[in-house]
């Protein structure tokens, strides 16, 4: 009896075990969370993210926490965010008779596992009774070696894994995984892409009428089309301030462009998918890459010279600056905009043709874009560099470095000789009258402006001046030679002022 007791408890010992290692919690480094103001882990399991705030569950005192996403470490959310995208595919992949029939499969199988561990202890049993003395011995490695076999096969089975429904997790994230392979190679083909790209639109008549509703907000922008493309007309002039912010200046100052009739910003309505995407941090450093739904255009996050102009302190307080041509435009997604349109909304339109937004917590691609639950592509501003369209995806036609076509600016003065100044920062920018502004900057504590204006015969008339009115000791003046005794200067620009008249009202001071 003795030898029978080792015997039944042998057996029940590895039945307990493969049991346990059937049943056993999947315990992995997710379990560790870390905080970007903590040194130490977290030891918590993930509940769920409401697209706000992350739910966690404290191990050790099983009390549900509460964190934003912006406190965990970048690998720490992307997990996160990874969970929450699996469980919404779930929520809309699984019906319930699917979920029922894998937990049916499983719960089969737990039941196969467990007459299998009950047909061994009884067999064991009787080879014990029945068997001679001199053979009990090769019944207890004949069990052994039964149970070191059953336990392989558990092993190498389907394991049945812990928390609700984690079984079908599993299945989710390997085509999830898949689907994101497709998903982030930037160099895809057209997916399909001929439909109209814009959440929620069911017709091209919608769209387009879902297009203009986007820059309904602007006053000082038009929407027309014809069947491939809607034009954009504006005089990029944005209702906000301009300049105040920038410490890298190149006196130039803003004038408003004439985006207007032929000379307008031209969209595709069906934006196609290119098979091989532009890397922007070499290419397409002339012109505008997107037009923002102010009418303003958006530039290369890099200038002209392949330097990132908001790194290099060139932009103001509203991701923008004024070129060459004293034409104001963006070098950043103008995120602010939110606060007038409304999160959720295009802000701007590539010139390929796809809408930009503003920033996600949703996983993005290498062009920081992504497809939403329609399979539309957008693209998003990103809190990283090059912080908007390291690549552009849609098909483009590129002549000379820019996208073409685009429209073209009318400078007045011309800039071969403007310089930077040295230590200037911009402070203010005035509105002194109808199209007659100030432009105020600082060098060592002195104020100096450009006072400008034109009049209806479209004369531009540039003056500059210290704070106490001198001419003198002026660190640049505008197109006149450094050396010059002159602090004024005038030219005429019929294209640059026709239909354009800036009054007080529509300034953005």
Not at 34 to 53: M, T
Not at 77 to 95: G, M, T, V, Y
Not at 305 to 313: D, F, I, L, Q, T
Request: glycine residues 6%; aromatic residues 14%; charged residues 20%.
């Amino acid at each position: 009896m003795k030898k029978l007791f080792i015997s039944l408890t042998f057996l029940i010992f590895y039945s307990v075990n493969l049991n346990a290692h059937e049943y056993r919690i999947h315990s992995h480094e997710s379990d560790k969370w870390f905080l970007q103001e903590s040194l130490e882990p977290l030891e918590a399991k993930f509940i769920s993210y409401d697209g706000n705030s992350v739910f966690l569950k404290e191990l050790k005192t099983n009390i549900v926490l509460n964190y934003d996403l912006s406190e965990f470490s970048m690998e720490d959310q992307l997990l996160i965010l990874k969970r929450h995208k699996i469980a919404e595919k779930i929520n809309r992949k699984f019906s319930s008779k699917k979920i029922e029939r894998i937990i049916n499969k499983s719960f089969i199988a737990k039941k196969y596992n467990v007459f299998l561990i009950v047909f061994l202890i009884v067999f064991s049993f009787l080879i014990f009774q029945f068997l001679p003395n001199q053979n009990k011995t090769l019944s207890l490695i004949f069990s052994f070696l039964s149970l070191s076999f059953l336990i392989f096969i558990a092993c190498n089975s389907e394991e049945v894994i812990s928390g609700p429904n984690e079984q079908i997790v599993d299945q989710v994230s390997n085509e999830d995984s898949q689907n994101d392979a497709s998903s982030d190679n930037t160099s895809s083909a057209n997916n399909n892409n001929n439909n109209n790209n814009n959440p929620q639109i069911s017709s091209e008549d919608d769209y387009l009428e879902a297009i203009k509703t986007y820059f309904d907000d602007f006053s000082e922008v038009t929407i027309t089309n014809d069947d491939e493309y809607f034009y954009v007309n504006s005089y990029s002039w944005p209702e906000h301030q301009m300049g105040v912010g920038i410490t890298s200046w190149q006196e130039q100052v803003p004038i408003p462009q004439n985006y207007t009739g032929d000379n307008s910003w031209q969209i595709p309505l069906k934006p196609e998918l290119s098979v091989s995407p532009i890397d922007t941090s070499v290419n397409l450093f002339r012109g505008a890459i997107a037009i923002a739904i102010n009418g303003v255009p958006i530039f290369n996050v890099l200038n002209n010279r392949g330097e990132n102009a908001y790194e290099k302190g060139e932009l103001d307080n509203w991701g923008g600056h004024f070129g060459r041509g004293d034409d104001y435009h963006y070098h950043m997604i103008p995120t602010h905009l939110e606060d007038i349109v409304g999160k959720n909304q295009p802000l701007a339109f590539g010139l390929d043709g796809f809408p930009v937004y503003g920033l996600t917590n949703e996983p993005l691609d290498n062009a920081f874009g992504r497809y939403d639950e329609n399979g539309n592509y957008m693209y998003h501003a990103s809190s990283d560099s090059p912080y908007y369209m390291p690549y552009v995806v849609g098909k483009i036609n590129i002549i000379n470095d820019g996208i073409e076509p685009q429209p073209s600016q009318n400078p007045i003065r011309p800039s071969n000789g403007f310089k930077p100044v040295a230590g200037a920062t911009v402070t203010g920018f005035f509105q002194t009258g109808t199209n007659a502004f100030s432009f105020e900057y600082t060098v060592d504590g002195i104020k100096y402006y450009v006072n400008y204006n034109w009049d209806e015969d479209c004369k531009f008339t540039f003056t500059y001046v210290d704070e106490n009115g001198g001419t003198s000791n002026l660190p640049h003046n505008g197109s006149l030679q450094d050396d010059s005794t002159e602090n004024s200067e005038s030219f005429v620009n019929q294209k640059a002022c026709v239909d354009v008249n800036l009054n007080s009202s529509n300034t953005g001071d």
